[in-house]
């Protein structure tokens, strides 16, 4: 995918996020309207950039609310991210092992959690030690391979286009979230399944299945 800011599909910026193991002790088992397993917390919703400006919106989620099996019992797991608003500039350059890479590490944490709060005010003081992980753009760049920590290409509807999965060279196809149909983890799963349906037919998926006996959910 051509990514050149002069002919290509720009790419987003990147995020920062935290994920975390915390005590559960008097907190619902449940979700609900009151705490839900998912939320938004939106700082301004009349910036320019609205929802895209740095650091505007978090997405915070507690799936062991959904599924107990997560976590071990008397614990939840959660999560929260700016989804793709974090300016790669504002990182770049910067030395990991440096303290002043450790100090905006914990800055980024910091401003996470104030989110996470919204609906667990002790959510930090919670949290179980050796749990907790932090992302930052250079995280992504470096163990993701992530070009400028980038959350993948901006495409715009009717603007651009990801390429097909299909190359040139016979049985070689492409897939990922730089092809179509792009950005997440179902767009991405979906591009696979294109690509598998493109390489072999409907009744050899339907063989393939009974081969490895899938497990059946009751």
Known sequence: TDTSEESGIPMLKSFIHIHAGIDATGLPTEPSADFPAQWAVVK??????????????????????????????????????????????????MDRTSEEYKKKKEEAADFLWSAIEQYVPDARKRAIEGTVQIGTPLTHERFLRRTKGAYGPRVEAGKQTLPGHKTPLKGMYLTGDYTFPGIGVPATAASGA?????????PQHWGMLDKIRLPVRS
């Open 194 to 202: 294109i690509t598998a349906n493109s390489i072999v037919s409907v």
């Open 44 to 93: 301004d919703w009349d910036l320019e950039e609205g929802v895209e400006a740095p650091r505007n919106i978090v997405l915070c989620s507690m799936p062991s609310l959904i599924d107990n099996t997560l976590s071990p019992e008397g614990t939840h797991v959660l999560h929260a991210y700016v989804p793709a608003t974090e300016p790669y500039s504002w990182w770049e350059g």
